[in-house]
């Protein structure tokens, strides 16, 4: 089991930065796939970023060369810096927790919200 609290959303400024943090509890925390996702209001859930323990990663296209996803493992935590920001990015973020860069795992956090104004 692992539980996921993220933090770190917020009102920003098109152009701005953000970045979201997702703290885990659990001694397994290294052996998991974290990945975080986006969903805007009358959307489906999205893909946005994820990270094997080892520290390779995958991004959306819509987000490749703005966000950035690393984590700490002593910390059991994993980030997601968020730059040049645009309206369309405007969601609830949530982390998660699984085992595949393609498929979210069976652990989610509560969300936190991000609005970017134009």
């Known amino acids: 089991q692992v539980q996921l609290v993220e933090s770190g959303g917020g009102l920003v400024q098109a152009g701005g930065s953000l970045r979201l943090s997702c703290a885990a509890s659990?001694?397994?925390?290294?052996?998991?796939?974290m990945g975080w996702y986006r969903q805007a209001p009358g959307k489906e859930r999205e893909f946005v970023a994820g990270?094997?323990?080892?520290?390779?990663?995958r991004y959306a296209d819509s987000v490749k060369g703005r966000f950035t996803i690393s984590r700490d493992n002593a910390k059991n935590t994993v980030y997601l810096q968020m730059n040049s920001l645009k309206p369309e990015d405007t969601a609830v973020y949530y982390c998660?927790?699984?085992?595949?860069?393609?498929?979210?795992?069976?652990?989610w956090g509560q969300g936190t919200q991000v609005t970017v104004s134009s």
């Open positions: 990270i094997r323990s080892g520290g390779s990663t």
């Open positions: 659990g001694r397994t925390f290294s052996t998991y796939v």
């Open positions: 998660n927790a699984g085992f595949s860069m393609t498929i979210w795992g069976d652990y």
